[in-house]
């Protein structure tokens, strides 16, 4: 069974930089389901490439039987980690349905961790950043915005009544969010 946190926040809130230092420095993989879509757009041959570039173009979200293989195939090829860090999903409900449906029963779902910032910030990071991101733009940012303000965030607090949410404020300097983090870590090992 598969250890899984997933890491939630609106655009540009930091999620990809965290997960990194958490996958350097406490054995967890970091799996972004943005990444694994964009990896398989880009991959030769790929039946659903078009299919994820479109949405990925318009802001809205891939059909989740595609996203859970991705990301199950990614956990797969990683079996020795100490568990898995799902970047940006669920986004919807679709999305934890059909994660509930594909894995439930493979995965032990240990919290979702949520890093909370002002949307305004966001997307100035979102800009900034020079990722070379074809969704980072005033346009498509609006569109990211606005899916996860009315899909996302329902799903964080579906995930609060159950007492698995635990919120780190992500507007401050990375360092301080990351010792949070890391506090956050070692609390949920310890149970």
């Known amino acids: 069974m598969y250890n899984v946190v997933f890491v939630l926040g609106p655009p540009g809130s930091g ?5 990194a ?4 420095n406490l054995g967890y993989v970091h ?42 195939n990614a956990m797969i090829a990683n079996k020795e980690a ?18 509930k449906k594909q894995m439930g ?7 979702v ?18 990722q070379g991101r074809t969704d980072d733009n005033v346009e498509s940012l609006k569109k990211r915005v606005e899916t996860y303000n009315q899909q996302t965030f329902p799903i964080i607090e579906q995930y609060e009544k159950h007492g698995m949410v635990r919120e780190v404020n992500s507007q401050r300097p990375i ?17």
């Open 175 to 191: 360092s301080e969010v990351y010792q949070d983090v890391v506090e956050v870590f070692s609390a949920a090992n310890q149970k």
């Open 15 to 19: 999620k990809g930089t965290i997960c």
């Open 21 to 24: 230092q958490i996958q350097e």
């Open 82 to 99: 100490n568990g898995f860090l799902v970047d940006g999903f669920p986004r919807n409900e679709d999305n934890l349905s059909g994660w």
């Open 105 to 111: 029963g493979k995965v032990n779902e240990q919290f």
């Open 31 to 72: 799996l972004s389901a943005g990444d694994l879509l964009r990896a398989e757009r880009e991959r030769e041959g790929s039946q659903f490439g078009a299919l994820i570039e479109g949405h990925i173009k318009n802001g809205s979200i891939v059909p989740v039987e595609i996203t859970c293989s991705l990301l199950e």
């Open 113 to 130: 961790l949520f890093l909370s910032c002002p949307v305004d910030v966001c997307i100035d990071r979102c800009l900034h950043r020079g």
